[in-house]
């Protein structure tokens, strides 16, 4: 029998960023970010294979590719971290030709994506695939994995984001997150190869400045109640463009509506981690009165902006927060169309509430799917 030429498995979560929505795009500003894995304990996985040359493989991108010039940089966020992490590690000496399968679980959406971070969390498994393919301890690797993850994030989409996402892929947990300046890594200017791995190594050697990552307690009795909007979907890129375009031109009122955000998001996380409750639905209502605030000076001057909490979830919040074992709900992330998510009380929650809240939504149009998560 022929010796198998798998070299491991790696399985990714997804994350709902619950706390810290814009906030976390400025510096020393916390977010809470949860990670999921659906019912069954998966996200998105890797398989590896030695080959005789460097192929990608993704049903989810409709990508089967090979890996050999850095142009798929700006191609495909997976194809970038194979590349860049392939770049890396032939540098320090280790070289090998891989196949890499990527598969996403359901949970991630098909027809109607569901917006836990399939993208991250496929860059994050690329990478750590070809770490484990390398022999190298993804454990004692993990502050690499990580930066390596971020920087071929950014180096697709052309600068620095938030990279909360990346992060809780990389640390498989939830975390509390600050991100990095995004001058403290240099992206690079063409698609040369040397240029590439040059700008690539200094930007993992250099100081990440402002970065911090930490572990979030979750409280045992904390669960999970998310709920996909079938047929809409939010772009974050341009969400997140959209207000900042605004905040160009509106600086001052723009820093007073985050301030005052900011320190709702910071008890809603301290408050989240001590199981409070009444404490943190209060500051989850407050911070996002603000968001609706900001939502509406921006929708004021671009037509085309996805309300960060549009008032049809809004209702549906309300309902959700008034019913058994519901702690807090909120629109995550960038807000808009890319899911409904309830922290519950899984001692207390009714076998009725996901039902109850399925049916408000068909009364005012919209189809919710539920998916069944794991928060780890």
């Given at each position: 029998?022929?010796?198998?030429?798998?070299?491991g498995r790696?399985?990714?979560p997804?994350?709902?960023l619950l706390?810290?929505g814009?906030?976390?795009l400025?510096?020393?500003s916390p977010?809470?970010?949860?990670?999921?894995?659906?019912?069954?304990?998966?996200?998105v996985?890797t398989?590896?294979?030695?080959?005789?040359?460097?192929?990608?493989?993704?049903?989810e991108?409709g990508?089967?590719?090979?890996?050999?010039s850095?142009?798929?940089i700006?191609?495909n966020?997976?194809?970038?971290?194979?590349?860049m992490?392939?770049?890396?590690l032939?540098?320090?000496?280790l070289?090998?030709?891989?196949?890499v399968?990527?598969?996403n679980?359901?949970?991630f959406?098909?027809?109607?994506?569901?917006g836990?971070?399939?993208s991250?969390?496929?860059?994050v498994a690329?990478?750590?695939?070809?770490?484990?393919a390398s022999r190298?301890?993804?454990r004692?690797q993990g502050?690499t994995?990580h930066?390596?993850?971020?920087?071929?994030?950014?180096?697709?989409?052309?600068?620095?984001?938030?990279g909360f996402?990346i992060?809780t892929c990389?640390?498989?947990?939830s975390?509390?997150?600050?991100?990095?300046?995004p001058?403290?890594?240099?992206?690079?200017?063409?698609l040369k190869?040397?240029e590439?791995?040059e700008r690539?190594l200094?930007?993992?050697?250099?100081?990440?400045?402002?970065?911090?990552?930490?572990?979030?307690?979750?409280?045992?009795?904390?669960?999970?109640?998310?709920f996909?909007?079938?047929?809409?979907?939010?772009?974050?890129?341009?969400n997140?463009?959209?207000v900042?375009?605004w905040?160009?031109?509106?600086?001052?009122?723009y820093?007073s509506?985050?301030?005052?955000?900011?320190?709702?998001?910071?008890?809603?996380?301290?408050?989240?981690?001590?199981?409070e409750?009444?404490?943190?639905?209060?500051?989850?209502?407050?911070a996002r009165e603000?968001?609706r605030?900001?939502?509406a000076?921006?929708a004021?001057?671009?037509a085309?902006?996805?309300?960060?909490e549009?008032?049809?979830l809004t209702?549906?919040i309300e309902?959700?927060?008034?019913?058994p074992?519901?702690?807090?709900g909120?629109c995550p992330g960038?807000?808009?169309?890319?899911?409904l998510?309830f922290?519950?009380?899984?001692?207390?929650?009714?076998e009725?509430t996901?039902?109850?809240?399925?049916a408000?939504?068909k009364?005012d149009?919209l189809?919710l799917t539920?998916?069944r998560l794991?928060?780890?």
């Amino acid at each position: 029998m022929a010796p198998s030429k798998k070299t491991g498995r790696v399985n990714v979560p997804g994350k709902i960023l619950l706390l810290g929505g814009y906030t976390v795009l400025e510096p020393t500003s916390p977010a809470l970010s949860l990670a999921v894995l659906d019912a069954r304990g998966r996200g998105v996985t890797t398989s590896v294979e030695k080959g005789a040359r460097d192929v990608l493989v993704s049903d989810e991108f409709g990508v089967r590719k090979e890996i050999r010039s850095p142009e798929v940089i700006r191609e495909n966020v997976a194809a970038s971290a194979f590349y860049m992490a392939k770049a890396y590690l032939e540098s320090k000496g280790l070289a090998g030709h891989w196949e890499v399968r990527v598969r996403n679980s359901p949970m991630f959406g098909g027809r109607f994506k569901s917006g836990l971070g399939s993208s991250a969390a496929s860059t994050v498994a690329v990478v750590e695939s070809l770490f484990r393919a390398s022999r190298l301890d993804p454990r004692s690797q993990g502050e690499t994995i990580h930066k390596l993850s971020q920087y071929a994030y950014a180096a697709y989409a052309g600068r620095a984001e938030s990279g909360f996402d990346i992060a809780t892929c990389a640390y498989g947990g939830s975390i509390v997150y600050t991100r990095f300046l995004p001058d403290s890594i240099e992206l690079p200017g063409n698609l040369k190869a040397t240029e590439v791995l040059e700008r690539l190594l200094r930007s993992l050697g250099g100081a990440w400045r402002g970065l911090k990552v930490e572990k979030a307690r979750v409280p045992a009795r904390f669960s999970m109640l998310f709920f996909n909007i079938e047929g809409a979907r939010t772009s974050t890129t341009s969400n997140v463009g959209a207000v900042m375009g605004w905040r160009a031109t509106h600086g001052r009122e723009y820093a007073s509506l985050i301030r005052a955000q900011r320190l709702h998001e910071l008890a809603g996380i301290r408050s989240f981690q001590r199981g409070e409750d009444d404490e943190l639905r209060a500051r989850v209502r407050r911070a996002r009165e603000i968001q609706r605030k900001l939502q509406a000076l921006v929708a004021a001057e671009r037509a085309d902006f996805d309300l960060i909490e549009p008032p049809v979830l809004t209702k549906l919040i309300e309902l959700g927060e008034s019913l058994p074992g519901v702690v807090v709900g909120r629109c995550p992330g960038a807000g808009g169309w890319d899911g409904l998510a309830f922290v519950t009380d899984k001692n207390e929650l009714k076998e009725g509430t996901p039902s109850k809240i399925v049916a408000a939504a068909k009364e005012d149009g919209l189809a919710l799917t539920r998916i069944r998560l794991r928060l780890i």
